[in-house]
């Protein structure tokens, strides 16, 4: 299998390569909608190239940590549907209580929920049930613009203390999925469509500024944050290392293309991470 091996930075450094098969659950064409202003915009930014380096006894340790994602979202390809169907994710940059969880009335008032006018049902807990909501798009005068979608809402820990919304819209109606247990996720788009022209770098500054979203609303880098991916399975996955992160964000993080929002099927890929364990 031939890999690819970059590198980005916040402010990039070689990180130990690590490469894994990924079980693919649907294929095909993306499909998706456009969803609103709090998504997380196309990355840009430089790094430097590194050098492959051979699988380290932490890197393997890490794969193993990872190997129980199958039949999660980090591991495995959602399902192509007949109609419109994405990813988004939402930081809430505040500290949930000790319930780890929100209700009905607490999603409605959320950002993307809250402005198509979304109506929700049941309680989004971590490592837990997930809540349903449906909603309409709708445009600046509130006329509706797109099909009813309904969302499956996971509440899931984005690190450095801050929760966020994990949220599957379909339009053929509720999907659920599942994440690792405790796993912290971030969602991050690179401009180019198709997952084998893909490149490290790209996936590399994606997951910087999903770190950086993570941390604050505004994404203001970290002085001195940098990541290195390596590419693998046709740019379908990709491991990567982040280093100079605070808190405890450092580490190996697995990508995995994801449908992601966006109104144009050639505009750019999405890329679920997934923090893998220390």
Known sequence: MTTSHTSSRSAAAPGAATGRVISRLGGGALSAAAVGALLLGCTGGGGAG???DGPSAAGEQQQEASSDWTGTVSAEQMPETDGVSYFVIENLYQQLDERGRMSADELEATEFIGSQGGTCEGEAVVNGSAATCTLVEHDEMAE???PELTVTVRVVPAGFGNPALLMFADADGPTDFTVPADAEIGFGKVATPI???VSGQQVADALVNSVNFAIKGDGQP???????CEMADGGITASCQVTGAPDGGNGTWEAIAQRGPTSDPHDGQWYLFTKVPA
Do not use: I, L, Y
Request: net charge negative; glycine share 12%; proline share 19%.
């Open 195 to 197: 997952p084998a022209e």
């Open 144 to 146: 509706p613009t797109g």
């Open 222 to 228: 970290v002085p001195g944050m940098e990541a290195t």
């Open 50 to 52: 590194a050098d492959d």
